[in-house]
């Protein structure tokens, strides 16, 4: 009896051990798997503002480009309204704030009828006022 109950005890010994090297491999793979995953994420994160960067590139790049095209339509018809407003706009965008004002006060003075350009003009000088402060 005493070779049958030795025998019980190293197979239940031999099983016991085999449970713990599963689950310190599963405990690892466990570890890596998370460890993977957060690294992924700190790596997506650290790509997302230059992505951010790279569009407020482009949205400048695209904002010059239209200002430069309604430039030429000015130089061949400089009393374009639509040209006007639309540069006016871009060169807020832009942050070119006196540039803009010039285009507004021309804008203004071409059509003093329209009360819209006299408030815009008068909110963009005021701002420009604060931010001189």
Partial sequence: M????DDYIISRQKKIERKKKILTVVGLVS?????VFGLANL???KQQPQTSN???V?????????AQG???VLKREPNNQVALEKLSVARLHLKDTKG???LMEKLVKLHPERKDYKVVLEQVKQQQDKSDR
Avoid at 58 to 66: A, D, N, P, R, Y
Wanted: hydrophobic share 30%; no cysteine; proline share 0%.
């Fill in 2 to 5: 005493s070779s049958s109950g």
């Fill in 31 to 35: 570890f890596l798997g998370s460890t």
């Fill in 43 to 45: 790596a997506q994160q």
């Fill in 54 to 56: 790279a569009s407020n």
């Fill in 58 to 66: 482009s949205l400048e790049s695209t904002l010059q480009k239209q």
């Fill in 70 to 72: 309604y430039e030429l």
């Fill in 100 to 102: 803009a004002i010039e």
